[in-house]
């Protein structure tokens, strides 16, 4: 059974009653908002666990306000006064969402217990709640009645400040409404004041609207199972749409999508398509899908395809930055044959030679992935990494780690004994991370005409491959 002590039903006198608004209400001024605050005390801020339920149970605020802000990690407060109309009031729309809460607490073996209010400030709603008492204060006008007998102990401010108070002998709200508004911000500063005018709606309330996160996944099942890659595709594209749409409604993109296929026997098959940049057209996405389509044999026939969406970015069109403006418009995703080429081959299959300025060789030239390729943002016209190598005489073929050569006659062998082309060129980095680096450099050829890059490690004394010449 639900154990709430809802005060929001005027005609039931057995629960406490709203109270009463002024005589000058109708011409008093009259804020605009109506702020129903639910309090869960089953629920605490440092658990995780708790922190994703509140957010569940926001979730199903939604439906009647999509203006919601999460108090405390146990605490929930969202503006009704646009929904009042709707819902026939306040005792409705307490209705509507009772079923369902009560079901969420019930469903995670929690006590069904929770407190509610609803004041024309966010602040005062919240508190009321804490303060277990389940009031509706339509007038802000009589916010200091109905908060006067607060204890201090629930208001969220600074600790140190609650001590002050307490030693002042300020041990009620109804303590402070009898103070000077000024003298009280002279004494125990600015904070204490604005939070006081945000209990009686004066100020409006710093509240970070809630927004439930974004996920997309859809599942299409047709009546006959897809047997060819043509028939996957057809299936893809309008998936593809739903996906469209629904970026373009949020305003958001996306750089990563993931497809799903069923066969009839249940099993599944899955493939992630990728671009360097996010974007939400669906021409882009089935050209890389039929790439990617075209290099998978299909034994069996599509039951169904699901299409999920793995990252969310905000949507920026093309130019829209000013560093892109004035400049002659390009690819939608910053290199199409890249991304089609690992929508073919695969993420795995795609690599690209990263320059970063170090004077050591590994380290200033490294291959990455195409999925981590993504990541780097992309610079034309870059320079030359420094530090390494002749100039104009790098090689671009570096071997995973240095070959030792071995030596005949002092000198080292690669195949057949080295000459000598250019060098030494010296070079002493890394001495700061304790494994530094003492070499020199030479460009060598072998009797075979290899064009040889090695070096000479002066602490060992010894000779290394490090990469060859195309």
């Known amino acids: 059974m639900l154990k709430t002590r809802h005060a929001l039903l005027p005609g039931r006198t057995s629960r406490l009653r709203p109270v009463a608004p002024s005589k000058n209400y109708l011409t008093s001024q009259y804020p605009r908002s109506l702020w129903y605050a639910l309090y869960f005390p089953q629920l605490t801020e440092e658990n995780k ?74 602040s005062a709603s919240s508190l009321l709640a804490r303060a277990k008492i389940s009031q509706l204060v339509p007038d802000a006008m009589n916010l200091r009645s109905a908060l006067g007998s607060i204890s201090i102990a629930h208001l969220t401010l600074d600790a140190k400040l609650l001590n002050r108070l307490e030693r002042c002998g300020l041990l009620y709200l109804r303590d402070l409404w009898r103070l000077p508004p000024a003298g009280l911000r002279i004494r125990f500063g600015r904070t204490l004041s604005d939070y006081l005018e945000q209990l009686l709606a004066q100020r409006p309330s710093t509240l970070s609207r809630w927004q439930p996160a974004l996920s997309f ?95 969310f970015h905000d949507y920026q069109p093309m130019g829209a930055h000013p560093k892109e403006r004035g400049k002659a418009p390009g690819t939608a995703t910053g290199n199409s044959l890249l991304e089609a080429l690992a929508a073919r081959l695969g993420e795995h299959s795609i690599f690209c030679l990263n320059h970063q300025e170090d004077y050591d060789p590994v380290a200033a030239g490294k291959y990455l992935e195409y999925s981590d390729t993504q990541k780097i943002p992309l610079q034309k016209n870059r320079q030359q990494a420094r530090g390494f190598g002749f100039k104009e005489q790098q090689p671009c073929w570096l071997l995973s780690s240095p070959l030792p050569l071995r030596l005949l006659h002092e000198l080292p062998v690669y195949l057949s004994p080295l000459t000598f082309l250019r060098g030494p060129e010296r070079i002493e980095t890394h001495w700061w991370s304790g494994k530094d680096i003492r070499r020199d450099y030479y460009i060598a050829s072998n009797q075979q005409g290899m064009m040889l890059w090695v070096y000479r490690d002066i602490g060992k004394r010894s000779w290394f491959l490090q990469g060859l010449f195309a």
């Open 49 to 122: 666990s708790d922190q994703h339920m509140i957010k569940e149970l926001a979730g199903v605020c939604l439906q009647v306000s999509d203006h919601i802000a999460i108090v405390s990690g146990n605490a929930i407060v969202l503006e009704i006064r646009s929904s009042l109309k709707y819902f026939g009031g306040v005792s409705r729309i307490r209705q509507t969402i009772q079923v369902a809460l009560q079901a969420r607490l019930q469903q995670w073996d929690l006590s069904v217990v929770y407190y509610d209010a609803a004041t024309p400030s966010a």
């Open 217 to 311: 996944c859809e599942t299409l099942t047709p009546d006959a199972r897809a047997e060819t890659q043509q028939d996957i595709l057809v299936l893809a594209s309008e998936l593809l749409l739903k996906m469209q749409q629904f970026l373009q409604k949020h305003h958001k993109s996306t750089d990563h999508i993931l497809f799903e296929l069923y066969d009839e026997t249940g099993s599944m098959r899955s493939f992630r398509l990728g671009t360097r940049r996010p974007v939400r057209e669906k021409a882009i996405w089935t050209l890389l899908l039929e790439n990617r389509i075209a290099g998978i044999n299909i034994f069996s026939s599509v039951s169904s395809l699901t299409l999920s969406i793995l990252d």
